[in-house]
């Protein structure tokens, strides 16, 4: 099983250029996530989307915007990349299965930004 | 959401057991608490997760005590490769309110 898949795995930008992550999930879950994780840092949560057609902002969505585009697919958006958005980001998904079965976050390999 | 504090770092040889406690005094009543690892250059990964007392699996054991307000991750046993940061995540599991990372502890093991 392919589980979440993001692409492209590494970029560089220059700032100011824009450009779109992708993620996908073939898990059928409802959650979906953006993290960025910066070096020796806890990740940081930029936007999730419960559920097909919604989006909330996480505690850095800043810079950012997000396109919950189908059940599968939900992609992360930087408008005017900025030096400060060099970054790993990670996609997530998960989804509540009962008390008994929990909610397991399911993440994909990363995607290393660079803006110069 | 409930605020995790874990310790920054821990080093432990291998061969022993590490525990990482976590502390969580605003947990609330539908809360879960959840344990992930995750290796450099990769995305984290689910090790456990419980609501109370003793939860087992064959990687770890969760404790938590009966006012919830604290956890502790079991690791038997470390090798080199639990070498990681392991982070603490509370939250009710529906989804709608998405479980948010703290900074994790880095657990080094040594030979």
């Known amino acids: 099983n392919a589980g979440v898949t993001q692409t492209p795995k590494f970029q560089v930008l220059k700032t100011g250029q824009s450009m779109t992550l992708q993620c996908a999930q073939d898990?059928?879950?409802?959650?979906m996530y953006w993290y960025r994780q910066d070096p020796g840092m806890g990740l940081r949560l930029i936007y999730y989307?419960?559920?097909?057609?919604?989006?909330d902002k996480g505690e850095v969505p800043n810079g950012y915007n997000v396109s919950r585009l189908n059940k599968r697919e939900f992609s992360l958006r930087l408008e005017s990349a900025a030096p400060s958005q060099t970054s790993v980001y990670f996609c997530?998904?998960?989804?509540?299965?009962?008390?008994?079965?929990?909610?397991?976050?399911?993440f994909g390999e990363g995607s290393w930004l660079t803006v110069v | 959401l409930a605020k995790t504090t874990q310790p920054i770092s821990m080093d432990s040889y291998e061969g022993q057991e590490v525990n990482i406690t976590c502390s969580h005094n605003?947990?609330?009543?539908?809360?879960?608490i959840t344990w992930y690892q995750q290796f450099p250059s990769q995305g984290p990964r689910f090790i456990i997760q419980?609501?109370?007392t003793k939860v087992t699996n064959e990687v770890a054991s969760l404790f938590i005590p009966a006012d919830r307000k604290s956890s502790t991750l079991s690791l038997p046993r470390v090798s080199l490769s639990d070498t990681a940061v392991y982070y603490c995540?509370?939250?009710?599991?529906?989804?709608?309110?998405?479980?948010?990372f703290g900074k994790g502890t880095r657990l080094s093991v040594i030979a």
């Open positions: 997530a998904s998960s989804e509540f299965r009962g008390t008994n079965s929990g909610n397991t976050i399911y």
């Open positions: 898990m059928n879950h409802n959650s």
């Open positions: 989307s419960a559920s097909e057609g919604t989006t």
């Open positions: 605003n947990i609330a009543t539908n809360d879960y």
């Open positions: 419980g609501y109370k």
């Open positions: 995540l509370v939250g009710d599991l529906s989804g709608n309110t998405p479980l948010v």
